[in-house]
């Protein structure tokens, strides 16, 4: 691992741009659900830096926590700035840190609350957010802990191109499963196939999907992780192999609250004898020194690729959120805030 | 262990009273879906032995095989006799045998078929179709494997004073948790209590059970044996602790074809991050020496109880049978077809 450090970022501004929410959403958020402003920087207290946010990182609880229903984080009102984790730089000294800045050019924020940027060499430092960070424990977590793949198993990964996804089944192609995508559309079909090597790969928007993906899991499906829709869910389950494993990490009505409850036919697990796990990363985190570890040799290695969904400037932010939550993202979506750095 | 032994049973006969399905059942079973004959006993041929059953034992998988919705067993047709298991005499040697007759007076059974009868000391023989047996083994692999209650869980079981039931709480509670039956009907409340020893029982049949359910749950589920109707599982998800395991061992639509499908809110699996297992007992054979030893030690000593819901003469086996789909049995339901020996 090598720390990256830099010089002074520059002079003290004296106000900073910021997007706050506007209005609750109503399934997936547009534009005008946010509010771009100006407000001066709240000077630096005891025990307090100011950073600035140079790579933003978005990622889906933040929409869940707009409607109260993110188990790690307080409700998001009107007016609030929206929250989201950076990499910055400490404006005084230049350091690269991973800090939660919000939707925001500058943070005023403890000093304790810093994490040293360090990734593994030949890493981009915006691997902390992705596959280096929660949505790469998400995976490692619902791999080893619950899906737990063995040589010839067949897993299915939902939203498998995406950020927590992607690195899903790579995870689970090293560890000697045939894996297979479902997808989003079909321009992600042969991303999934040709850039993170799964087996195969179906479009759940085709509405031969359940066929064509019983036809892609002859044996089965061993192993399911779950981010995507109810009917989805009940058509995997339909297919599961005995003794089969499902995480359930990701549920519609908790994101955009679009569609009906996600439900389970409880007919499928008995049949299949299957065990179906409730995934929250936060139960998780006591992994992370060996995910980092070992998924950093990965990367450092090319065994694992990533794939981020770029976007330049603060007022890129709404959009690119709602392509996000709308599922039109390829890989982890982050935004570059300060023109200079956005190529690592 | 003691094997009991008996002297020769008689005479051979030349005939057998018998019941064969007459219709296929819609929802519970009634007495006209069954028609009692009387057929020539069939001579034993080689490697086979006669044998006279004694007490027969009523399943609920039965109800499952006469609609092909069981793992264990083929369909069952009209005019096919039905199966069950009995304990039974040798007719030649008079020794007492598990042996599957069916729903008959005389069975020609293969020899290797038989398991002799061995019961703890002070221990009814008819414990081996209940307690000792696969209800008790079922109950036994789910408290073990899938719900592993822990000193000061809550543990909610569901048929909370049948066959399976009634030994899961008695299992749980012996582990240390705080056990909650859900019993059909006001007349087991106190049964589930008094003779089981839960600590509070709650009946499903009352309109406000579910506000009973979660005052008796004041810290949540941590374990959940399921073997109800499909609103019984979604009220209970609603109580499940941080954690907690539940165990689909039951479900409405594979024996009496009654009610919707059941489904599993997979938010309230999320939100607690449970583990949902699927089970059948026959992935649990393996636990059988383990479970005959332990399981015959508490009965010996007292420390669980058994319960039968008995009934006598063969003619009497299709309402009993009704009873139990009904829910409407309290204990192990077992028919003697013999008046001498119904007291075993």
């Known amino acids: 691992m090598t720390s990256t450090t830099g010089q002074s970022s520059g002079t ?8 706050v929410l506007a209005r609750r959403p109503e399934g997936v958020p547009v534009e005008e659900d946010f509010r771009l402003e100006t407000v001066p920087v709240t000077p630096p207290g005891p025990g307090e830096v100011l950073v600035r946010a140079v790579h933003l990182s978005l990622d889906p609880w933040v929409r869940g926590a707009m409607t109260g229903r993110n188990l790690g984080h307080p409700p998001i009102h009107p007016g609030d700035l929206v929250p989201g984790r950076s990499i910055a730089q400490v404006v005084d000294t230049g350091a690269w840190v991973v800090a939660e800045t919000g939707w925001q050019e500058y943070a005023t924020v403890p000093a304790d609350s810093l994490k040293p940027v360090t990734v ?3 890493v981009p430092r915006t691997a902390v957010l992705g596959a280096l960070g ?21 897993v299915v990964i939902s939203s498998a191109t ?31 196939t040709e850039y993170f090597g799964y087996a195969a790969a179906v479009d759940r928007h085709d509405p031969e999907w359940a066929e064509a993906l019983a036809a892609a899991c002859p044996d089965g499906v061993h192993g399911y992780l779950h981010m995507a829709g109810g009917e989805v869910l009940r058509g995997v389950a339909n297919l599961l192999a005995t003794h089969a494993r499902v995480s359930l990490c990701g549920l519609p009505e908790h994101s955009n609250e679009v569609g009906g409850e996600t439900v389970l036919p409880a007919g499928a ?3 299949s004898r299957a065990t179906v796990h409730g995934m929250v990363v936060y139960d998780h985190f006591d ?10 040799r990965l990367l450092t290695e090319g065994r694992v ?3 981020e969904d770029e ?22 979506a982050i935004v570059h805030l300060d023109p200079d750095t956005s190529d690592n």
């Open 134 to 154: 929660t949505p790469g424990l998400t995976a490692y977590a619902a791999i080893n802990r619950h899906l737990r793949p063995v040589i010839g198993d067949t």
């Open 120 to 122: 593994p060499p030949g």
């Open 12 to 19: 003290t501004p004296q106000s900073l741009r910021r997007i």
């Open 287 to 296: 992994l992370r020194p060996e995910f980092a570890a070992r998924v950093g």
């Open 311 to 332: 976007h330049h400037g603060l007022e890129s932010t709404p959009r690119a959120f709602g392509r996000l939550m709308a599922g039109l993202n390829t890989g982890k």
């Open 305 to 307: 690729r990533l794939l």
């Open 162 to 192: 995406g950020a927590v996804g992607g690195m899903a089944g790579q995870l689970a192609r090293l560890a000697g499963a045939r894996t297979v995508a479902l997808v989003g559309g079909k321009a992600k079909v042969e991303l999934a």
């Open 269 to 271: 697990v008995m049949r």
